[in-house]
Protein backbone atom coordinates (compact mmCIF):
# COMPACT_ATOMS: atom_id res chain seq x y z
CA UNK A 1 0.00 0.00 0.00
CA UNK A 2 1.30 3.95 -0.99
CA UNK A 3 0.04 6.36 1.86
CA UNK A 4 -0.19 9.85 0.19
CA UNK A 5 0.12 13.02 2.62
CA UNK A 6 -0.88 16.65 1.25
CA UNK A 7 0.21 19.80 2.84
CA UNK A 8 0.34 23.45 2.09
CA UNK A 9 -3.18 24.41 1.43
CA UNK A 10 -4.90 27.07 3.34
CA UNK A 11 -6.29 30.61 2.28
CA UNK A 12 -4.69 33.27 0.35
CA UNK A 13 -6.15 36.46 -1.82
CA UNK A 14 -6.04 36.24 -5.59
CA UNK A 15 -3.28 36.70 -7.20
CA UNK A 16 -1.22 34.91 -4.27
CA UNK A 17 0.93 31.91 -4.57
CA UNK A 18 0.82 28.38 -2.45
CA UNK A 19 2.61 25.64 -2.72
CA UNK A 20 1.12 22.00 -1.98
CA UNK A 21 3.64 18.92 -1.25
CA UNK A 22 2.75 15.61 -0.85
CA UNK A 23 4.95 12.92 0.72
CA UNK A 24 5.10 9.24 -0.32
CA UNK A 25 5.06 6.28 2.26
CA UNK A 26 7.15 4.77 -0.07
CA UNK A 27 9.92 5.37 -3.07
CA UNK A 28 8.65 7.27 -5.65
CA UNK A 29 11.16 5.63 -7.85
CA UNK A 30 8.49 2.80 -6.75
CA UNK A 31 6.01 4.91 -8.29
CA UNK A 32 5.23 5.62 -12.10
CA UNK A 33 3.01 8.88 -12.28
CA UNK A 34 2.03 11.29 -10.29
CA UNK A 35 -0.73 14.23 -10.14
CA UNK A 36 -2.69 16.56 -8.68
CA UNK A 37 -6.52 16.68 -9.35
CA UNK A 38 -8.99 19.11 -7.53
CA UNK A 39 -12.85 18.98 -6.31
CA UNK A 40 -15.38 21.18 -5.69
CA UNK A 41 -18.58 20.15 -4.24
CA UNK A 42 -21.21 19.07 -6.07
CA UNK A 43 -18.79 18.18 -9.34
CA UNK A 44 -16.58 15.51 -10.09
CA UNK A 45 -12.54 15.13 -9.61
CA UNK A 46 -10.71 17.15 -11.87
CA UNK A 47 -7.92 16.96 -13.59
CA UNK A 48 -5.01 19.50 -12.86
CA UNK A 49 -1.36 18.09 -13.46
CA UNK A 50 0.80 15.23 -13.91
CA UNK A 51 4.18 14.62 -13.93
CA UNK A 52 5.70 11.13 -15.43
CA UNK A 53 8.34 8.86 -13.32
CA UNK A 54 11.36 10.80 -14.67
CA UNK A 55 10.11 13.77 -14.25
CA UNK A 56 10.33 14.20 -18.95
CA UNK A 57 6.80 14.64 -19.24
CA UNK A 58 4.61 16.96 -17.99
CA UNK A 59 0.90 17.82 -18.61
CA UNK A 60 -1.67 20.33 -17.25
CA UNK A 61 -5.01 21.68 -17.43
CA UNK A 62 -5.58 24.52 -19.94
CA UNK A 63 -6.77 26.93 -17.18
CA UNK A 64 -3.45 26.41 -15.00
CA UNK A 65 -0.85 26.28 -18.06
CA UNK A 66 1.51 28.83 -17.49
CA UNK A 67 0.26 29.37 -13.67
CA UNK A 68 0.90 25.95 -11.97
CA UNK A 69 4.06 23.98 -11.89
CA UNK A 70 4.28 20.24 -11.17
CA UNK A 71 7.53 18.52 -9.83
CA UNK A 72 8.53 15.51 -8.16
CA UNK A 73 11.75 15.29 -5.89
CA UNK A 74 12.25 11.44 -6.15
CA UNK A 75 14.90 11.54 -3.60
CA UNK A 76 12.78 12.80 -0.63
CA UNK A 77 9.27 10.72 -1.84
CA UNK A 78 7.76 14.28 -2.51
CA UNK A 79 5.34 15.49 -5.34
CA UNK A 80 4.44 19.54 -5.64
CA UNK A 81 2.22 21.76 -7.18
CA UNK A 82 3.20 25.42 -7.56
CA UNK A 83 0.07 27.47 -7.96
CA UNK A 84 0.74 31.04 -8.76
CA UNK A 85 -1.49 33.66 -9.79
CA UNK A 86 -4.67 32.14 -8.08
CA UNK A 87 -7.63 33.02 -8.62
CA UNK A 88 -11.00 32.25 -6.53
CA UNK A 89 -11.78 29.40 -9.03
CA UNK A 90 -8.78 27.84 -8.21
CA UNK A 91 -10.73 27.43 -5.05
CA UNK A 92 -11.05 23.35 -3.98
CA UNK A 93 -9.92 20.58 -2.44
CA UNK A 94 -6.83 19.28 -3.39
CA UNK A 95 -5.50 15.66 -3.76
CA UNK A 96 -2.47 13.83 -4.59
CA UNK A 97 -2.46 10.78 -6.78
CA UNK A 98 0.34 8.24 -7.81
CA UNK A 99 -0.10 5.34 -10.68
CA UNK A 100 1.38 2.36 -10.82
CA UNK A 101 1.19 2.40 -14.90
CA UNK A 102 3.60 4.69 -16.47
CA UNK A 103 3.22 7.85 -18.61
CA UNK A 104 1.60 11.04 -16.92
CA UNK A 105 -2.07 10.16 -17.59
CA UNK A 106 -5.00 12.92 -16.69
CA UNK A 107 -7.64 10.31 -16.21
CA UNK A 108 -8.62 9.54 -12.82
CA UNK A 109 -9.27 5.88 -12.76
CA UNK A 110 -5.68 5.93 -14.49
CA UNK A 111 -4.40 6.39 -10.08
CA UNK A 112 -3.90 3.65 -8.17
CA UNK A 113 -3.20 5.78 -4.80
CA UNK A 114 -4.83 8.90 -3.41
CA UNK A 115 -4.51 11.65 -0.84
CA UNK A 116 -6.97 12.52 1.90
CA UNK A 117 -7.24 16.45 0.20
CA UNK A 118 -6.28 19.60 1.55
CA UNK A 119 -8.08 22.96 0.98
CA UNK A 120 -7.14 25.69 -1.11
CA UNK A 121 -9.60 29.10 -0.87
CA UNK A 122 -8.72 31.76 -2.68
CA UNK A 123 -10.71 35.07 -1.59
CA UNK A 124 -11.08 37.70 -4.43
Known amino acids: QVQLVESGGGLVQAGGSLRLSCVASVRTLSINAMGWFRQVPGKERAFVAA????????IYTDSVTGRFTISRDNAKNTLYLQMNSLKPEDTAVYYC?????????????????WGQGTQVTVSS
Open 51 to 58: ISWNSRTT
Open 97 to 113: AAALSGGAPPEPGRYDY
